[in-house]
């Protein structure tokens, strides 16, 4: 019968949203619920309850970007590959270990998080002490850049 349908193949792998990880054993349903056509591929369109939950760190108040794979990967979701101590600044080791409660205790804006300040700190707030204890330092500035390219471990 032309009319009748035989056993159809997909396969998902040659689509522009392969399957990996957490989302291979998922019911199609669970994604397709609206159809085919425009299943949104954005993770934000599927976990943000997932990234309004997160409190390790509190993704939604540190203003995290909902693009999840800039840090996770679908295939190994947690740990993140995020690594604040190897990738930027130890913060989790060494002498800034414990001495922060929140990200914005550092990333004084929370929409750039390149932006930190190593001078709010309780220690490092008095800017006549720390010209002190730098004076013979060549080319010493008191801001946060020039703390970091002297420091980038914290010591």
């Excluded at 995290?64 to 979701?77: E, L, M, Y």
């Excluded at 101590?85 to 989790?92: C, E, K, L, V």
């Excluded at 800017?127 to 420091?151: I, K, R, T």
């Amino acid at each position: 019968d032309e009319t009748a349908w035989g056993n159809g193949s997909f396969d998902h792998n040659n689509t522009a949203f392969p399957l990996h990880g957490g989302h291979v054993g998922v019911n199609c349903i669970e994604c397709h619920a609206n159809g085919y056509a425009g299943t949104p591929t954005e993770c934000s369109a599927c976990h943000m309850a997932d990234y309004n939950a997160t409190t390790n760190p509190n993704h939604s108040s540190a203003q995290f970007p909902t693009d999840c794979a800039q840090c996770h990967t679908d295939a190994g979701w947690q740990p993140s590959t995020f690594d604040h101590d190897d990738q930027y600044f130890p913060i989790y080791s060494g002498n800034h270990n414990g001495e922060w409660n929140t990200c914005a205790d550092c990333h004084t804006n929370a929409g750039n998080y390149a932006v930190f300040s190593c001078i709010d700190c309780h220690e490092h707030d008095n800017q006549s002490q720390v010209n002190n204890d730098h004076s013979d330092v060549s080319g010493y500035s008191y801001n946060s850049n020039a703390c970091f390219n002297c420091h980038p471990n914290g010591n």
